[in-house]
């Protein structure tokens, strides 16, 4: 069994150094919690269960002494520190990651710095983690890699390592593609590319993989199916997985003897007043200026409150070198002062602030002691404050005022949520939470702390993990369908002993790549020469099955010995370069749709309309990717309502909705050819859905090869045309017996 390796930017613990010797210090923080709590307890349950904790270890180490400090880390932590030095630390954390990636995945665009030499630092120290897990790492072990500052790591690593089992999970919100698209392209398409070196990709929110999905597909042309994305030989996966909280933790500690003596000594310094209670990380995402607003509205709207409510507000250091950071500090340290000024007496002061990192306990004590948490970010990736001030009740009362933009909203849809750039929304939510009955509050909190307790820590961390060895067990399967070198060998095999041999092939995306226009998409001399020396074979019959028309494909392939079918089996080139009609059909219908169809291409920039003898086909491969996905969907759906007493059939394919004669497909075309041509051996090579019906029409013996996707009928995949040239010509090559 091998380990599980956790790779975060920072360890568990940070090195502070005293005088010659560095000590260990333990962190604090929610990926450490979350984390912390699931390592320990699966510690606990499997002894035998073994984990490393990969990340920079908080401040420059010398080299002389790097190694005696990572044994002991190792030993004695199950850490392995990555060494940066001073100015890598320097440029890298207040660079790259939380001047670009932060504020543009936070929706603050405004706030983003694009610069090149940050990047290529991003670049450097996401090389050095991928130095040390080399060193590191061993067969069989599940690599676990975590957040933004590394969302290159999984991709240089699946470089260095193709069978590794990558998992990555990112802790903040994934923007949408309006947002994600201001990056310079070369860098969307280097972090999207790094994301999916992981098997899989894991997200706070569904809204949050969706947005990944989207962007894979417009800026990669990657298209997923219910989350897994078809990449060559592999399948992707990408996921919601809500972090938990350590949910017994919180709940336990509200009636330790530490927490109650600190909530004591805090009640005696409010006076007996009603606290509103918030906490908050310095940063401009959080929305606590927002959050003083709204106090201050909520003061003025309800003077009768004055006096009897404090609001108990903490703000944590953070980023304390970034000019934004202090500019936002200086703000509300005046804001503060001002609503005091403005409102308080000798007797009441209406905000108690505090600029300090906090305790456990007294973090539990403020949680137990506040009828009411205010968490108001203007976008969070979940929020764990607003979950861990839930599992502190354990009486079910209390009322969280909640952002909508936090991705917690999700999962605590009974808490008060409010949008929090509305500060009349805030002050109101405030006299309502201060009004609520007891009754209320308890019928609200119990099925969101059994939500919590039932989706914790533990069970968010398993549930990620056992979603990696399923998608790891899809590869398995899917690997086994790569037309592999020594799976060809086989197929050549059975070729070269066969009598007749029957070799069906797919034109667009098959033989060739597709083109922004159909008419663009001829074949090539490399093309041409293969497919005369198939010919020149004897034993062989070998047909192209296309969508295309007749009138094209004569011009394209004027070689009669080449036998053909065109617009998917409607019609069939004999030996003697005429052609016959597989099954009678007709196209008085054509001059029905073709209006609806012509509508599409006026409203949808970049399509067109193809028409051929007997099929019309509305094409939007140079269409914006969404919206013509969009389209598509509309057209097939109002084509298929007016249709419904025509004998005609709608097909979507590859950036192409068809319609077409009922009946008529490769499938039916190749159960005629084979009658007709009598194989002892048949391959089959296609590369979207119209190829379906031909896998499942050729014998069960036949050798069936999908294109660009694991996801079929057939039984084998190939990744691009390129493959099936090289496999053809292998074929081709081979002496027959």
């Known amino acids: 069994m091998g380990r599980l390796i956790v790779v975060s930017n920072r360890l568990p613990f940070t090195l502070r150094q005293d005088g010659a010797r560095f000590e260990f210090v333990a962190s604090s923080g929610g990926l450490v919690t979350a984390l912390g709590a699931y390592l320990e307890r ?42 940066l030095t001073a100015d890598d630390t320097e440029d890298f954390y ?44 061993e067969p069989g072990d599940e690599i676990w890699i975590h957040d933004y500052q590394l969302l290159l790591l999984p991709g240089m690593l699946r470089e260095a390592v193709p069978d590794a089992t990558i998992g990555f999970f990112l802790h903040v919100p994934f923007p949408a593609h309006e947002i994600f698209r201001l990056m310079p392209n070369a860098w969307k398409r280097d972090l999207l590319s790094g994301m999916l070196g992981a098997d899989l990709v894991g997200f706070h929110t569904h809204e949050y993989t969706q947005y990944f999905l989207n962007c894979v597909f417009r800026v990669l042309g990657h298209d997923h199916h219910l989350g897994q994305i078809a990449m060559q030989d592999q399948v992707r996966r990408a996921d919601t997985f809500p972090i938990g909280i350590d949910f017994e933790r919180f709940m336990s500690a509200a009636s330790s003897d530490a927490v109650k003596a600190r909530k004591n000594e805090i009640l005696s310094g409010i006076r007996g007043r009603t606290a509103v209670f918030s906490v908050d990380r310095l940063d401009y995402t959080k929305g606590i200026l927002n959050r003083l607003r709204g106090f201050e509205e909520f003061l003025m709207r ?74 108001t970010p203007l976008r969070d990736g979940m929020n764990l404050v607003a979950k861990e001030y839930l599992a502190s009740k354990p009486d079910g009362t209390g009322v969280l005022i909640l952002s909508e933009m936090a991705g917690a909203a999700r999962e605590l849809s009974e808490a008060i949520l409010i949008n929090p750039n509305h500060y009349a929304e805030i002050a109101d939510a405030l006299h309502q939470a201060l009004t609520m009955e007891p009754e209320e509050q308890i019928r609200r909190n119990r099925p969101m702390q059994e939500r919590l307790k039932a989706y914790d820590a533990q069970r968010w961390a398993t549930h990620f993990l056992a979603s990696l060895a399923k998608v790891k067990a899809k590869q ?43 008419n663009l998409a001829a074949p090539d001399n490399e093309l041409s020469s293969l497919l005369m ?44 370069g005429s052609w016959r009609l597989l099954q009678p059909v007709a196209s008085h219908w054509k001059s029905r749709i073709r209006p609806i169809l012509q509508m599409y291409v006026d409203r949808v920039a970049g399509s067109l309309l193809e028409e051929k003898d007997f099929a ?8 914006e990717p969404e919206l013509g996905a969009q389209r598509a969907k509309e057209l097939i759906d109002e084509v298929t309502q007016f249709t419904a007493n025509f004998d005609v059939q709608v097909l979507e394919g590859k950036m192409v909705v068809e319609i077409r004669n009922a009946g008529v497909n490769k499938g039916a075309a190749a159960l005629r050819i084979i009658r007709e041509v009598e194989p002892d051996f048949v391959l089959a090579i296609g590369d979207d859905q119209t190829d379906e019906e031909l896998f499942r029409a050729c014998p069960a013996d036949a050798f069936t090869v999908r294109v660009g996707s694991p996801f079929s009928f057939a039984k084998f995949s190939l990744s691009d045309f390129r493959e099936v040239r090289r496999f053809l010509r292998r074929l081709e090559s081979a002496g027959h017996r």
């Open 42 to 83: 699966r510690k606990q349950a499997e002894p035998d269960f073994q984990y490393v904790w990969v990340g920079w270890p908080g401040s420059a180490v010398p080299e002389s002494q790097q190694a005696t400090i990572q044994q002991t880390a190792l030993e004695k932590h199950g850490a392995y520190p990555v060494f």
């Open 94 to 137: 207040h660079g790259f990651p939380n001047r670009t990636l932060w504020p543009l995945f936070h929706y603050f665009p405004s706030h983003v710095d694009y610069d090149p030499r940050a990047f290529q630092n991003y670049v450097r120290v996401n090389q050095r983690f991928r130095r040390a897990l080399l060193e590191l790492i």
């Open 302 to 375: 309800y003077p009768e409150w004055r006096e009897k409510v404090v609001f108990l507000l903490t703000v944590l250091p953070s980023r304390a070198e970034i000019a934004q950071y202090q500019t936002m500090k200086h703000e509300i340290d005046e804001r503060v002062g001002q609503i005091n000024g403005l409102f308080g007496t000798m007797e009441w002061v209406p905000i108690v602030y505090q600029y300090r990192s906090l305790e456990f306990e007294t973090l539990s004590a403020l949680y137990e002691l506040s009828p009411v948490a205010l968490i």
């Open 476 to 518: 398995g399967q899917l690997a086994t369908k790569h037309l592999t070198p020594a799976l060809q060998d086989d197929v050549i095999e059975h070729y070269r002993s066969a009598r007749r041999a029957l070799i069906l092939l797919d034109y667009d995306g098959t033989l060739v790549p597709f083109a922004m226009q159909p």
């Open 533 to 576: 020396d198939l010919l020149q074979k004897p034993q062989n019959a070998t047909f192209l099955i296309s969508g295309r028309d007749r009138s094209v494909l004569d011009a394209w392939f004027p070689n009669p010995k080449l036998r053909m079918a065109a617009e998917h089996g409607a019609s069939l080139r004999d030996l003697n």
């Open 616 to 623: 019309l086909a509305w094409h939007y491969r140079r269409c």
